[in-house]
């Protein structure tokens, strides 16, 4: 297969960038000493705890979809809102690079703290981009943020993908004719590096996932996972690149289940299968130290020890799961919609959040 690889659009991206402006004007001062809470108050129960992270000096950060981020150092929650620099209170991904500083990937763009203040990253968009011809996504959505063996920082955003150097951007951009992989816009929503080097990319616009080799893409079709949703049967052949196990094994997900790819084929499962839900929807998946794999998705957790699924949703408020990960302590925590906050302890869920009176 041809190299499509065009490393097109490469930007100079200034200091300025990393220590000017904040998100809402110029730089701000340390962010002022607020009300700490033992649980993560929220204000607005709708939406999901999306993401989460353990920072190098063990503060556990929430990325929420309307209640902004959240900082909890074991002891009280610290809540983060536009007011404080913010770009969106609606945050979907978060990442902590290889030299301390945490990048947020929000509703509007970016945003990078740097342990005192918030900045905006603008990331550049070609002027000859095609403008998002859906009138939902026509804002500056970064879904996804990884960082890769060689330092390089991948923003998967709304308006394609792109590759940060800590000097300028390039837009990722392989030709969709030919492999029917990416226009310029809107087609990757998750992405994942292997222990090879290899690039993994899925979304829910595309058939099937993608692998980058560093020189070409290759697209692996997926069996349909199909399912009853309400009275119509609806059917998955996407995928959400997830994780590599122990084993090399990779693990994807969509709405209908997970695959697991063990390098030669891919194998699927669903509800039937184990899997806890009303319809098998995986929404995280993740490896714990013992090496068990946790599932959350639509109707609680599903740990899979290799051979069988135990399912797990006592104490859950809302059992539509949206983040797992675990902290260097072995404790796994569990965000779920309505903005539920959760400390599993291997049995039953501890409530972590609570209303704002």
Request: aromatic letters at 14%; hydrophobic letters at 35%.
């Amino acid at each position: 297969m041809k190299n499509y690889f065009l490393q097109t659009h490469v930007f100079t991206f200034l200091t300025i960038l990393l220590f000017g402006t904040a998100c809402n004007g110029p730089a701000k001062k340390d962010l002022p000493k607020e009300t700490e809470h033992p649980k993560l108050i929220k204000s607005i129960g709708n939406g999901n705890v999306q993401c989460g992270l353990q920072d190098k000096a063990g503060n556990l950060w929430f990325g929420t979809s309307y209640n902004g981020l959240y900082k909890y150092d074991g002891k009280s929650f610290r809540q983060f809102l536009v007011a404080d620099g913010l770009n969106s209170n609606s945050i979907n991904d978060i990442l902590e690079d290889k030299d301390g500083k945490i990048w947020i990937g929000t509703k509007v763009g970016v945003c990078l703290y740097d342990g005192k203040t918030f900045a905006n990253i603008q990331i550049p968009i070609p002027k000859n981009l095609p403008p998002n011809k859906n009138k939902f996504y026509q804002t500056r959505i970064v879904h996804d943020i990884m960082q890769d063996k060689a330092g390089k920082l991948w923003f998967v955003t709304i308006d394609g993908v792109y590759i940060y150097d800590g000097k300028s951007f390039t837009l990722f951009i392989i030709d969709e004719a030919a492999n029917g992989f990416m226009s310029s816009n809107d087609k990757v929503e998750r992405i994942l590096e292997d222990k090879a080097g290899n690039i993994w990319f899925g979304g829910r616009t595309n058939e099937g996932v993608f692998r980058y080799d560093g020189k070409s893409i290759t697209n692996f079709k997926l069996k349909e996972i199909t399912l009853q949703f309400e009275s119509r049967r609806v059917g998955h052949n996407w995928a959400w690149p997830q994780l590599q196990d122990k084993n090399g094994n990779i693990w994807f997900s969509n709405w209908g289940g997970a695959y697991r790819y063990d390098g030669k084929t891919f194998t699927s499962f669903t509800k039937s299968d184990g899997l806890a839900g009303y319809n098998g929807l995986v929404a995280k998946i993740i490896e714990d130290k013992n090496g068990n794999l946790l599932f959350g998705g639509d109707g609680g957790l599903s740990r899979y020890d290799g051979k069988s699924f135990t399912c797990f949703k006592d104490g859950l408020i809302n059992p539509w799961i949206w983040s797992i990960f675990e902290d260097t302590s072995g404790n796994l925590w569990v965000g779920t919609r309505e903005t539920g906050l959760y400390l599993f302890d291997g049995k039953t869920f501890i409530d972590y959040s609570e209303y704002k009176q």
